[in-house]
Each structure stands twice: as C-alpha cells, then as structure tokens.
C-alpha cells in the first residue's frame, strides 16, 4: 500500500524490482492486507463505491469485489466527482484539498453566478481526509452547494515534512491552509467569494471556531458549522478530557512554560468578540473528549452581541455522532444555515437562529 494523498495497492516484484499498480477505482486501501496463495484481500473503497472487500491475483493484477456492505441506491449521476488539487498557502507552502464542484443532472446554477462552497475541515488534527464515497458530501454536492475538504498541514499522507507543519501550530497553520484554500476558490472563480462556509468536527471543530476567531481568516466566511468542538485549550492537560489524548496538546501547542500564553491566543473561546457571522454549534451531551462545558462557555460569551447562532444537542451522542436521528438533525440544521446566510429555499427545518 502506498501513495501521496492517497492509499493505492501495488505489486512489487522483488525479481524485476518493479511495482505495478494493481487497477480499479479503488482509491482508498485500509492498512492491513490478508494473503492466500497467489491472492491478496483488502478492504478498499472509492469516490463512488463505499469500503468493500477486494479480491487481488498478484499473477495478472486482475481484482474483483467479492463482498460489499450494501450496493448504493443512488445513481451514481448524482455523486460528486473530487478533483485533487494543490494550493498556494502562506509563505508559497503547498496545500493539499479535494474539490467537490456540486452536481446534479436536473439542475444547473444561475448563468454567470459561482456557486457557494463549504470548507470541510477533518479532524485529528493529524489525520486526513479520503476521497472516498461520503453520501453527506453527496447531500450537499446535490443541492448546488461545492465542497472542499482540505488535507492542511499537519496532516499525513503527505510526508513527514507536511506532517510536522502542524507542530507547535495548531490554530495557526490550519486555519491559514484552510483560508488559502477558499480565497483561491473565490479568486479563480469557482466558488462565490460572499458564500462560502466553513464546517468541522472535533479538531475540525477547533479550526472551524478559531476560522472565526483568528485574523489569518477575517472576512473570508459567511457562516460556520462547529460540531463537537475543542474550543479553550487550557483545559486539555487535566480534567476537560480523556487521559489518551490529554498530552496531545504540548506537541500541537507547546510545552508547558508556553502552553498557557498560546492557548489564550489561540482559542476562540477566549476571542468570542472577534465572532461576527452566523454559527451553528452541534454537541453530543455525553461527550467526554470535547465536554459540552467547553460549547456552554463559548455560547455565554456570545450571548446578546446580536450574532446569530444555534446551538442543538444530542442526549445520549458522546464524541461523534452515531444515532441515525441525530445524524438527520445535524445535517438538516446545516442545511438550513447555509439556506438562510446563502439565500435560498432550504429544508423544512426549524433552526432557530437567536442574536
């Protein structure tokens, strides 16, 4: 399994020291193969195909599927198609992103209009984001609304290089890489420079809160959709979360003798005031990794600035969310965001935005 960006299967031959790409439209290998004879099994998935298992003869490189967890029922006309691009960022830096222009065959956009784009910012923070089938994405994608996930520094799969970016810069290289990415949709005419959107959960959610904060993002968005978020770090070395990820912040922030000035800097629950677009916030109840407590600050420090928000919560979700009603809610709230900043006919959802 190897790639840039991406998790492709090859065969190596040791003998011709050759590495022949195995063909399909897979373009997503999940780490850890099985082998039987002259065969290979993964799991593998692309942008129009979920994870499924995969069948390999490493004599002829033929692959077949030999077991899906559901055929789509969506025609396939109607999911989007990622272009993979790279970015300018700050300082001439590369900045990895799929585009996802929207896509419908029944409907085009207003003639000379750019359509309006969504940011999604995946969490980790060191992880990243997979062109593979996300039925979400496709929602959004088919109602006219683009969308950009952006593998920002820090993230893997691109280098070591590109995965250090992040160190001591959470706040900082994230938002940047994610600004870049939207200025440079608007510039070259893609996207709608007055509506574009930033969402994210988890760390996503910390860089979708701190887009709103920080001045390396000012003007760019419209709106945002924070779900789950770390939102003050200066919890996050004791009590506020679990144990596992509870020294994460020294290597993504900085040791202690300059955690507490960086994290007053850099976390928006400190810098609510800047907040000057509409937000829609989404907490699980039960979450002990971002515990409501942090979302419940941010809320009171916005609370009669006459900045309209939503704040919806999930008895019962812990970090995540997994129930298929919580899931409908959650999309249906962001939908009917992006229908009110945006300016068009949304769902039939009651959002209840409040200065």
């Known amino acids: 399994i190897h790639g840039r960006g991406e998790s492709r299967l090859g065969v190596f031959d040791a003998w011709e020291r050759r590495l022949s790409p195995v063909e399909g439209p897979w373009t997503d290998w999940a780490p850890g193969l099985a082998a039987a004879d002259d065969h290979v099994y ?49 300082d001439g830096r590369d900045v990895h992103a799929h585009v996802y222009p929207p896509r419908n065959p029944d409907f085009e956009g207003p003639e000379g209009e750019a359509p309006p784009y969504a940011v999604w910012v995946h ?23 683009g969308v950009v996930e952006v593998n920002y520094g820090g993230s893997t799969g691109y280098g070591r290089a590109y995965r250090e970016r992040l160190r001591e810069r959470w706040g900082e290289v994230d938002v940047e890489d994610c600004a870049a990415v939207a200025r440079a949709l608007a510039s070259e005419g893609l996207a709608d420079p007055a509506r574009i959107a930033i969402r994210g ?26 779900k789950y978020p770390i939102l003050d770090l200066s919890g996050w070395t004791g009590d506020d979360t679990h144990d596992f990820e509870s020294q ?42 971002c515990p409501p407590a942090q979302a419940e600050k941010l ?57």
């Open 201 to 226: 959960g988890s760390a996503g959610g910390w860089t979708s809160a701190a887009s709103l904060t920080s001045p390396a993002a000012e003007g760019v968005y419209a709106c945002a959709v924070v």
């Open 123 to 145: 969490g980790g923070p060191t992880s990243h984001v997979r062109a593979v089938l996300d039925m979400e994405l496709a929602y959004f994608t088919s109602r006219g609304i």
């Open 248 to 289: 994460y912040v020294y290597s993504m922030v900085g040791p202690p003798e300059v955690l507490e000035e960086r994290s007053l800097e850099r976390s928006p629950v400190h810098h609510a005031d800047r907040i000057g677009v509409p937000f829609l916030l989404l907490q699980g109840l039960e979450d002990e990794i």
């Open 299 to 355: 809320l009171e420090r916005v609370q009669g600035k006459g900045i309209p928000h939503a704040y919806r919560t999930y008895e019962g979700e812990q970090h995540g969310f997994r129930r298929a009603g919580t899931i409908e809610d959650a999309v249906l709230a962001e939908h009917a965001l992006y229908a009110e900043v945006f300016g068009f006919a949304g769902p039939d959802f009651e959002l209840g935005l409040k200065p």
């Open 42 to 90: 993964g799991l593998a998935a692309g942008p129009h195909s979920g994870y499924e298992v995969v069948e390999v003869d490493t004599r002829s490189g033929a692959a077949k599927v030999v077991a899906a967890a559901h055929e789509a029922k969506v025609d396939p006309a109607y999911l989007p198609v990622p272009e993979h691009r790279t970015f300018t960022g700050p």
